[in-house]
Nanobody, 124 residues
Framework: VQLQASGGGLVQPGGSLRLSCTTF????????VGWFRQAPGMEREAVSC????????HYADFVEGRFTISRDKAKNSVYLQMDSLKPEDTGVYYC??????????????????WGRGTLVTVSS
């Protein structure tokens, strides 16, 4: 099972990007899905996740209301809308899934399937 993350790119501070995560391996609407990021020289950190049963969402404190995670069942995709981007948001963003019913978790150990990542660069 391979997840595919896309939508990264170069954007100026204050700009927006929408990341997409999709897979042909399983239904993402029946999976817990998380977004993670890794900046150069830093540990991978959780950004956001979305649960299966109630669609509950969690965000890291540094998001501060700037990002929104969502699902599109018809497209078997999960999105991360990122607004008001800052230079410190620069990094490789990964989506991950756990095809299990239940609440999502903000730790990488909670996910067994990972995509290759998409690079986000926030710079003027």
């Amino acid at each position: 099972v391979q997840l595919q993350a896309s939508g990264g790119g170069l954007v100026q501070p204050g700009g927006s990007l929408r990341l997409s995560c999709t897979t042909f391996g399983h239904r993402l609407d029946y999976a817990r899905v998380g977004w993670f990021r890794q900046a150069p020289g830093m540990e991978r950190e959780a950004v956001s996740c979305i649960s299966t049963v109630d669609g509950g969402m969690h965000y890291a404190d540094f998001v501060e209301g700037r990002f929104t995670i969502s699902r599109d069942k018809a497209k078997n995709s999960v999105y991360l809308q990122m607004d008001s981007l800052k230079p410190e948001d620069t990094g490789v963003y990964y989506c991950a899934s756990n095809p299990a019913i239940g609440p999502c978790v903000m730790t990488s150990q909670g996910y067994g399937y990972w995509g290759r990542g998409t690079l986000v660069t926030v710079s003027s």
